[in-house]
């Protein structure tokens, strides 16, 4: 059985209603469980079972809505992040490369320095060349609290430019 069309016609009367939005007429078959849940909330909010039906209908469709855009943070996220990563790792790499040239330019100068000395042999420069990397390999790996400090200045230089 279908329901009947509701009477939309009302007499004219002098007070203008209130601006409602028009509503529109929507006819659901529904399991009779989930008809009698309707109820339920109707009853426990003082509701027609046609308002308790709508918010249920509306709170839904919001719910649907806001699953479909979820699904699309993701990418926006991702872009956003590969951005300022890509960011900070080209301010990083120029750093570093221009910690490199003059690490080299300087160690190319000792090394050239030490060499011309008339007391410096080969044999002893070259020990002094091994000496030195392997006390460069021990302080790398040990983190002083004089390195510790210099790093925690590098990150917040790095992120004060972000």
């Known amino acids: 059985m279908r329901a009947e069309r509701l009477n939309t016609k009302t007499p004219r009367s002098q007070n203008t209603p209130i ?7 929507l006819t659901l078959w529904v399991d009779p469980i989930d008809k009698a849940e309707v109820q339920r909330r109707a009853n426990r909010e003082g509701l027609s079972d046609s308002e308790a039906g709508a ?12 699953i479909s855009y979820g699904a699309l943070l993701t990418p926006v996220f991702e872009n956003t992040l590969k ?48 000496r030195s990397l392997e006390d460069a390999k021990k302080k790398i790996t040990n983190r002083s609290p004089e390195l510790k400090e210099l790093i925690k200045e590098l ?8």
């Open 55 to 66: 918010a249920l209908l509306k709170k839904g469709i919001q719910v649907d809505l806001d």
């Open 83 to 130: 951005r300022y990563m890509s960011a900070r790792d080209n301010r990083m790499a120029s750093l570093l490369v221009r910690a490199c040239i003059a690490i080299e330019q300087t160690r190319s100068i000792s090394v050239n320095t030490l060499g011309r000395q008339p007391k410096v042999k080969p044999g002893v420069l070259n020990e002094i060349l091994d």
């Open 19 to 25: 601006a409602r939005k028009r509503k529109e007429k």
């Open 155 to 162: 990150n917040s230089w790095i992120v004060d430019e972000e």
